[in-house]
């Protein structure tokens, strides 16, 4: 069996595994009384936001590339979109989705030193809109995090953000070649480089994201409006089921799970997000539904267009080449 599609199974095997003791191991005699109360239009209001969310992905995408004076067709950062939720779900700490969207930037005809801007840069902005929340989450809902203060979490927040402000502005000065050359002249050849390596493509992504204020605050927006709309499928999916929670607070919690999913080591954040689902949502949701409520999430936001991304990657590139990738 060809090495993409022994990946597949295990990732399938791994999907099921983990949904199946997700729901085993959160399920009781109140279940059923609850799921009967379920409303189906939720899911289709949930579909609804997630495509919303995953237009306006496309179209920052589109928005950023022509910064630099660069164009994509809407069809081609549809590819990007889904070709990235696609490979990182196959691999660790989600790192072939940063490929995929280089693969498919590059074959919509984007030079791929400009590509790998692009990706940064996409990143970059999710994570910042994300960290700008941080403050937010907490004033909302102080008892995200109850062994730390309020105030301690909002300061490390503000230092974080003002953090990721100052390090924008140090890359665009001399001063940030010559502390990474004092940083690494001890290192081996090979590790150096690969730093560097990194170091250009943060810097390039700097220098596109100061090139055009106006234009940069556009993707910013979209990109924020993006995540809102992704993470307005939990709420809905919540209401499906008749609970009245704070909007807020669901909307925080998604927030800061998602913060976390950024650093997880596994395929997707799989294991992980439905764990930390269930610890951030188990107090707001009835007996025995926040399993049920975890899986459907990921099924709809996640595993929903990772299928769409293995349709787009195969029609694009072919199987052949799958292969090869996996290699």
Sequence with gaps: MPKFYQRLVLLML??????????????????????????????????????????????????LVRISDERILFNEAVQVVFGNYFLAMLTPGAAGGALAQVMFLRRAGVPTGKATVFVVVRTLLSILFLLICVPVVFYYDPGLLPWISEQTLVVASAFIVAGILITIGLFRTNLSNLLLVKLTKKLSYHRRRHIFSFYRDIRGAVFLLSSAPLGMLKVFIESALSLLALYSVVPILFLGMGVQTDLYQIMGRMVFLNILLYFAPTPGGSGIAEGGFIVLFNELLPSGTVGIAAVTWRIIAEYLPFLIGLYYTIKVFGRDFLNKQMH
């Design 14 to 63: 791994l999907v099921f595994g983990i949904s199946g003791m997700v729901i085993y191991f959160t399920v009781d005699i109140h279940t059923l009384k609850h799921l009967n109360a379920f409303q189906p239009w939720s899911i289709l209001v949930a579909l609804l936001f997630l495509a919303l969310g995953l237009i306006l992905d496309g179209t920052r995408l589109m928005h």
